[in-house]
């Protein structure tokens, strides 16, 4: 299981004083204000940051790390990902999961049939859409509702699904 989770990616400086914009990659942008340090990960190193100061702008998160006070010390951050522990994630509800850990889940079917691997979730304006990808490289869409999700079992990296008439296009 991964212990770190992706927050956000810095997308570009956000003026001259060292602060960055940044995409949040969490359902809960709002959560930046309680955070109080993350791991920024450049591809090619991995430092400890501590957040400053935290506003918001349209879709972005506008973020001030402490000692970082001028745009040409934080422009070469630019497309860093910002993680947090997973001891320091959002606390999930029964039936939540983090996508991190759904990525690479097996899919089978109720009837034992293996359809897949988890490949990506779609985030929709309903609910979310598991795209599967089949040995025969080509991928199925599933809802991820009640009546399509029957079981995820992260421990065993399984994901039990009811196929509904018309999504493999064969029914």
């Given at each position: 299981?991964?212990?770190?989770?992706?927050?956000?990616?810095?997308?570009?400086?956000?003026?001259?004083?060292?602060?960055?914009?940044?995409?949040?990659?969490?359902?809960?942008?709002?959560?930046?204000?309680?955070?109080?340090?993350?791991?920024?990960?450049?591809?090619?190193?991995?430092?400890?940051?501590?957040?400053?100061?935290v506003k918001f702008f349209k879709q972005y998160v506008i973020v001030?790390?402490?000692?970082?006070?001028?745009?040409?010390?934080?422009?070469?951050?630019?497309?860093?990902?910002?993680?947090?522990?997973?001891?320091?994630?959002?606390?999930?509800?029964?039936?939540?999961?983090?996508?991190?850990?759904?990525?690479?889940?097996?899919?089978?079917?109720?009837?034992?049939?293996?359809?897949?691997?988890?490949?990506?979730?779609?985030?929709?304006?309903?609910?979310?859409?598991?795209?599967?990808?089949?040995?025969?490289?080509?991928?199925?869409?599933?809802?991820?509702?009640?009546?399509?999700?029957?079981?995820?079992?992260?421990?065993?990296?399984?994901?039990?699904?009811?196929?509904?008439?018309?999504?493999?296009?064969?029914?």
């Amino acid at each position: 299981m991964i212990q770190e989770l992706q927050v956000g990616v810095i997308t570009q400086p956000h003026g001259i004083r060292g602060e960055v914009k940044v995409f949040p990659t969490t359902d809960d942008a709002a959560r930046f204000k309680k955070l109080k340090e993350v791991i920024l990960d450049t591809g090619k190193e991995r430092l400890e940051m501590e957040i400053e100061s935290v506003k918001f702008f349209k879709q972005y998160v506008i973020v001030k790390f402490k000692g970082f006070d001028s745009i040409n010390e934080i422009e070469k951050y630019r497309n860093g990902r910002l993680l947090v522990a997973r001891e320091k994630a959002v606390k999930l509800e029964k039936d939540e999961y983090f996508i991190a850990d759904l990525i690479g889940l097996a899919v089978v079917t109720e009837d034992g049939e293996a359809l897949g691997v988890l490949k990506d979730v779609l985030a929709t304006g309903a609910n979310d859409v598991y795209v599967v990808s089949r040995p025969d490289q080509s991928e199925v869409l599933l809802p991820a509702i009640r009546e399509c999700i029957r079981k995820i079992d992260i421990s065993q990296g399984s994901m039990t699904v009811h196929v509904m008439d018309g999504l493999l296009g064969e029914r």
